[in-house]
């Protein structure tokens, strides 16, 4: 639903309007028509408005509440709310809506223009049910999230997305309950100030930090350990890492299980299979990569390719993990190259009577072509030949093999460089 140009609208105008009886033309009660469930789904004023418990509000042009009795009566059941690209710019009059809103758990207010609007700590209170909270592009300050997360005590996921911080203010008052940051498309280079995170998020579970341009991790095992004890999952996407030091600081995470790192410089240079071989040996606790589950079959593979990618390297260029992996496998000798390509030429010795002639064949040709091609050398018509094939390594113990078929292709027999070809002339 567009919003008119001009004034706002309330929040009760908006749900009055999208969710009125008059917007669905069909017969109620039983039979074909719009039902409305009698349960918590529904909504308690059945006969007023068809309202369910996920409210999706976005773009409508709402700025004010309306009357809180009206939201109270009309909305205790709603449990997600969003109110995305809106003109909400008051918290106030958004904790109107809030506040009425008992079982809200998920409310989005994306994109609203939130940046120059002040926090009362009162009314942060009336989002202290909110389990997951979207801030995206509000480019509201450090000082309104530290609130939020003051008075929001069940608060588990948080969503700052796109909103231009280059830096990060810390909390004096930790929030132990959060468990998912989403940070992604913000100005955060400095690891300096991604660090905060660990004091101000004790518990954190899973850090998303795509299109930040992160150019180092530069703390040591320990303080790792220390900052961040409960990060399992990370997202590093289009970082700025372009060290394997950077990458080995993640093993010491001591919960770490998910990575991902698509678009660093560091990978730039290797093959697709190179990068994730080497990222999945250098980090031993990660079982998914990227969205993809690492085997143990795979795990394996990577550590002896990450040891035979070493081979050549200089004692001091050898990275840690290189030498823990000889102590588990040993030092691996190269593999053999070996090229599994089909042969397409072969060069053979013709038979014919008592002259003997070295020709080089196509084997992706059929045994009618070979005996056009062998017209010339043999001085016979292609109708007026037999041909039997003479395995080098097997004739003596099976002899020639005839070649009856004119449209059997040559590669099915194997031929290879030094066989032979017997060719008799057709008896009258």
């Known amino acids: 639903m567009e919003a008119p140009e001009g004034e706002g609208r309330t929040f009760m105008q908006v749900i009055s309007e999208k969710y009125s009886p008059e917007n669905f033309p069909c017969r109620r009660g039983p039979g074909l028509g719009v039902v409305v469930p009698s349960g918590p789904q529904g909504s308690p004023m059945k006969d007023r408005l068809n309202l369910p418990s996920v409210l999706v509000l976005n773009a409508c042009g709402i700025s004010q509440a309306g009357d809180e009795g009206e939201i109270a009566a009309f909305c205790a059941h709603v449990v997600e709310l969003d109110l995305s690209h809106n003109k909400l710019q008051d918290w106030h009059e958004i904790s109107k809506i809030v506040r009425n809103i008992p079982n809200l758990d998920f409310l989005n207010l994306s994109s609203n223009p939130l940046s120059e609007a002040s926090l009362e700590p ?185 040891i035979r990618y070493h081979l050549d390297h200089s004692e001091e260029e050898l990275p840690h993990r290189y030498h823990c992996l000889v102590t588990k496998y040993g030092k691996l000798a190269p593999l053999a190259e070996i090229d599994l390509r089909p042969r397409c030429y072969a060069r053979v010795e013709v038979h014919c009577e008592e002259r ?53 292709a040559l590669h099915s027999y194997s031929i290879r460089d030094g066989d032979g070809i017997l060719v008799v002339p057709k008896t009258k």
């Open 356 to 408: 003997v002639e070295q020709v080089s064949i196509r084997l992706d040709q059929t045994v009618a072509e070979l005996k056009k091609q062998l017209k010339a050398v043999v001085r016979l018509s292609a109708s007026n030949m037999r041909l039997y094939y003479i395995d080098k390594d097997m004739c003596s113990a099976f002899g020639p093999e005839e070649m009856k078929y004119n449209t059997r």
């Open 122 to 306: 009162e009314w942060a209170e009336a989002f202290s049910r909110v389990r997951r909270f979207v801030l995206n592009n509000t480019q509201v300050s450090w000082d309104i999230v530290h609130t939020f997360t003051r008075e929001m005590p069940e608060l588990e996921e948080l969503f700052l997305c796109l909103n231009e911080y280059n830096t990060v203010m810390a909390s004096a008052t930790p929030c132990p309950s959060l468990r998912l940051l989403h940070i992604t498309d913000n100005n955060l280079h400095d690891w300096n100030e991604v660090r905060k995170f660990g004091s101000m998020f004790p518990s954190l579970d899973t850090l998303v930090m795509a299109n930040n341009n992160l150019g180092s991790i530069l703390d040591s095992g320990d303080t790792l350990c220390r900052l961040f004890p409960n990060l399992r999952s990370i997202n590093l996407h289009n970082s700025g890492l372009n060290r394997w030091e950077d990458i080995e600081r993640l093993t010491f995470l001591p919960k770490m299980e998910e990575v991902r790192l698509q678009g660093i410089p560091l990978l730039q240079t290797y093959t697709n299979t190179e990068r994730r071989s080497l990222l999945i040996a250098q980090l031993p606790s990660v079982t998914c990569l990227n969205g993809s589950v690492v085997t143990e079959g795979e795990r394996e593979d990577a550590e002896r390719f990450f």
